[in-house]
Nanobody, 124 residues
């Protein structure tokens, strides 16, 4: 079992930066892949980024590539999403998720554990 708690969301102007965090509890955290997903009002949840158990492999949605960076610190049981050059279309609730596998995946249904989400709002 893995429990996840996100933090760090807020309001930022377009072009600005924000870092959101996800603290995990549970003995399996350091051995599983993690992901970030987001859901904007009136839209379906979408994949943002994923990182494998060691941090050595990452993958991003095309819409965020080059602007958002996923990383993890297994000593702190924490995964981060550094968001730069933010756009109004990045506005969404961002969810942290954990797999039962060490390998990355872009499909939300492959993540059995989810946090409660943190709101990120980018003003134009």
């Amino acid at each position: 079992q893995v429990q996840l708690v996100e933090s760090g969301g807020g309001l930022v102007q377009a072009g600005g930066s924000l870092r959101i965090s996800c603290v995990a509890s549970g003995r399996r955290y350091s051995s599983v892949a993690m992901g970030w997903f987001r859901q904007a009002p009136g839209k379906e949840r979408e994949f943002v980024a994923t990182i494998n158990w060691s941090g050595g492999s990452t993958y991003y949605a095309d819409s965020v590539k080059g602007r958002l960076t996923i990383s993890r610190d297994n000593a702190k049981n924490t995964v981060y999403l550094q968001m730069n050059s933010l756009k109004p279309e990045d506005t969404a609730v961002y969810y942290c998720a954990a797999r039962d596998s060490a390998n990355i995946n872009v499909v939300g249904s492959q993540y059995p554990y989810w946090g409660q989400g943190t709101q990120v709002t980018v003003s134009s």
